[in-house]
């Protein structure tokens, strides 16, 4: 696995690497307001207590490990004050963060995250397409998860990849429902002895939606308990750099093999539909300040009408003077109007909107920024 650093100030951050040890150990060690984004899959504290059989008394591989023990609510409660205290510090301040929890965690995890000054921006019920089945019968078959997604605090511009989302949803907006299977067959890793690796490995399908929504190329992704790494298989599958944290060493050495067979994605096939707002601002002014539309040039609407253009980017018809939102939205008698979409001007005897000379100011934009 590649393993590289990124400077923080005087510090350096381990990034596209997997740090051993306790994750609040291990967080304390990274600069502060260094990371974009966090997903969090902490031990659910299942209490379980007995086996649990199959209908025809084979053993179910449940989730029993010593890393999911804890004495009592107040240890875990303690435990997870602890860890997301160190996570909101190393979080930019535009940072948020995504935590996955069952009915036996979410809601003390939840009450947690506000106490530490996290602001929800939303909780998404992960329903999965193909559930363990309720094998006693006395309670309802549990066929979902919940992710709580939170910025570090109230008012923070945190990244959220509307357009891209709503692409994945062919074109809906994307709901706080995501229907996704759990791992099976080719994805769900194993260990020597042909048995799950981890027990609550995570697909690669939620991730992929979570770092795609969330996060932009080259943004860093902690994850403060990296199992057996879909974080940073599908973060640097999408551009992204990762940091994990995993105290087990046979979680940590399965993880490093996994990455090291990932190959990222070329450029071109990263970008993601960006929301309009999110474009760099252009001014109808800069066009005529850059000769690709003329003082005195006309420009007409798909209706019909016409405005002169003037030297200074504003537009007449007749007696109406204005932006090119105003006069378009004047001459349709319009509460509001998108002059972008709006105007045209006239190359070879065809319409053409002058959105077009938008986006290729906007394109030399992106340009020079990379």
Known sequence: MTKTTTKTGADVLPVNRILSGDCIEAMRGLPEASVDLIFADPPYNLQLKGNLHRPDNSLVDAVDDHWDSFASFATYDAFTEAWLAEARRVLKPNGAIWVIGSYHNIFRVGAKLQDAGFWILNDVVWRKANPMPNFRGKRL??????????????????????????????????????????????ERLKDAKGDKAHPTQKPESLLHRVIVGTTNPGDVVLDPFFGTGTTGAVAKMLGRNFIGIEREEEYRRIAEARIDRVRPLERDALEVTTSKRAEPRVAFGQLVERGMLRPGEMLVSPTGKAAKIRADGTLISNDTKGSIHQVGAALEGAPSCNGWTYWHFRRDGKPVSIDVLRQQIRAEMRDRLT
């Not at 357009?163 to 949803?169: G, H, I, P, Q, T």
Request: charged share 20%; proline share 2%.
């Open 141 to 186: 078959t549990n066929a979902h998860e919940t992710m709580i997604w939170a910025s570090r605090s109230e008012g923070g511009k945190y990244t959220f990849n509307y357009e891209a989302l709503k692409s994945l949803n062919e074109g809906v907006q994307m709901r706080s429902d995501w229907v996704l299977p759990i791992c099976t067959g080719s």
